[in-house]
């Protein structure tokens, strides 16, 4: 008796690659996964037993800033000066306020009575 002979079937994923070339690309991505991880998780445990033993690394402090200087003292502050005030009278033409001491409005330049 002959052998029958059935064409042998190929697996291709994307663009020609072969899926058992994916896979194992994948398995290479996950092992490596866990290796990071397995690395961080060691760091971070003896980080933590050292700083649980030793102590925390001193923190920093930062300088104080440097005082503004204090004014010097005058003989009159803002607060013992008197206020002036003007007194104003309304302008006949245009109506605004004008002190009494000018000669003139501003606005439309009347004379004040």
Same mark, same amino acid.
């Given at each position: 008796?002959? @052998?029958?002979?059935?064409?042998? &079937?190929? &697996?291709?994923?994307? =663009?020609?690659? @072969?899926?058992?070339d994916?896979?194992?690309?994948?398995?290479?991505?996950?092992? &490596?996964?866990?290796?990071? +991880?397995?690395? +961080?998780?060691?760091?971070?445990?003896?980080?933590?037993? +050292? /700083?649980?033993?030793?102590g925390?690394?001193?923190?920093? =402090? @930062?300088? $104080?800033?440097?005082?503004?200087? $204090?004014?010097?003292? %005058?003989?009159?502050?803002? =607060? %013992? @000066?008197?206020?002036?005030? $003007? /007194? %104003?009278? =309304?302008?006949?033409?245009?109506?605004? +306020?004008?002190?009494?001491?000018? $000669?003139?409005?501003?606005?439309?330049?009347? *004379? &004040? *009575?």
């Amino acid at each position: 008796m002959s @052998r029958l002979r059935l064409p042998r &079937l190929r &697996l291709t994923g994307v =663009q020609g690659v @072969r899926t058992s070339d994916l896979m194992g690309l994948l398995l290479k991505l996950a092992l &490596l996964g866990v290796a990071l +991880y397995a690395a +961080y998780k060691t760091f971070s445990r003896w980080k933590g037993l +050292y /700083d649980r033993f030793v102590g925390p690394p001193p923190v920093p =402090q @930062r300088p $104080e800033p440097p005082r503004a200087p $204090e004014p010097a003292p %005058t003989t009159q502050t803002a =607060q %013992t @000066r008197p206020k002036v005030i $003007e /007194d %104003t009278v =309304q302008c006949v033409g245009c109506g605004a +306020y004008v002190s009494t001491a000018a $000669e003139k409005c501003g606005h439309c330049g009347r *004379p &004040l *009575p």
